[in-house]
């Protein structure tokens, strides 16, 4: 499977570069990148990583929740609290 992904990804670039117009006897034309294929990939990074944040944090709350430590860590700070106003 791999195999052919990296044949398909082979062929695309290569006709992506065939099918770009010659601007070697076009003086106005601008110089265009080679390639674009990389141009979302920051945004995606960002989503992945952020999904993958998503997840811990889930995994955070079910854990607290189902396990009480909110609560204790609620109840630890007001009695801090209390004790330290009186």
């Given at each position: 499977?791999?195999r ?20 070697r006897?076009d ?7 080679r390639?674009?294929g ?5 945004t ?43």
């Amino acid at each position: 499977m791999l195999r052919l992904l990296v044949h398909l990804q082979v062929l695309a670039a290569s006709t992506a570069h065939h099918l770009e117009p010659d601007r070697r006897h076009d003086p106005t034309a601008r110089a265009a990148p080679r390639f674009r294929g990389d141009v979302g990939q920051t945004t995606a990074e960002y989503a992945l990583v952020l999904l993958g944040a998503v997840a811990i944090a889930a995994l955070l709350i079910t854990w607290a929740s189902k396990s009480g430590a909110v609560g204790r860590l609620f109840d630890a700070v007001l009695s801090h609290v209390i004790g330290s106003v009186t």
